[in-house]
């Protein structure tokens, strides 16, 4: 008897606003993988300071699913919708799922803008990042590492320290 391998791919969910734990509730639930990067940061009030811990991309939270999953994860309260490219399910590329797991672990500031950043592409040698591919973002003085997910049009910026531990997998053309 021959054995069917179910494949398996990262899907983007879209879901209502401020609802992303109690989807990841609802996923765990029902079986399925999923990935909801958190990041914690400190938020300022006139009377105070409170360390929050929040969605870094809000409004959507990933499922590494079967085609049945898929479709039961839609039916999901606060499920919107399953993110797609040209009436299909876009399916999102392992790494720049690793690349954001990789990237979320650490402790440090990010920002997350909307859009894709252009440059020259690379892969870290060492430190915190190594083996996270992203764009290299020079602002001046700064260096900056930008992860996207291309299918979100989301990247999640931070700042490197030495652009020496850099590998440079593909420069940008010049215009």
Not at 74 to 93: D, H, M, Q, T, Y
Not at 130 to 148: F, M, Q, R, T
């Amino acid at each position: 008897m021959e054995e069917t391998i179910i494949k398996k791919f990262w899907f983007a969910l879209y879901i209502r606003h401020r609802h992303e734990a109690k989807v990841k509730i609802m996923l765990d639930a029902i079986g399925v993988e999923n990935y909801l990067p958190m990041i914690t940061r400190v938020k300022k009030w006139s009377d105070r300071k409170k360390r929050v811990t929040e969605p870094l991309l809000r409004g959507y939270i990933f499922i590494k699913a079967t085609e049945k999953e898929r479709i039961a994860s839609l039916e999901l309260n606060g499920v919107f919708r399953c993110v797609s490219e040209r009436g299909e399910a876009a399916k999102i590329p392992e790494f720049q799922i690793d690349n954001m797991k990789q990237f979320v672990k650490q402790d440090i500031d990010y920002s997350v803008i909307e859009g894709i950043v252009p440059g020259n592409k690379v892969r870290i040698k060492a430190g915190p990042f190594e083996g996270v591919e992203g764009i290299i973002v020079d602002n001046g003085s700064n260096k900056e590492l930008a992860v996207s997910i291309d299918l979100l049009n989301r990247t999640v910026i931070t700042k490197i320290e030495d652009s020496s531990m850099v590998e440079v997998l593909h420069e940008r053309e010049k215009e």
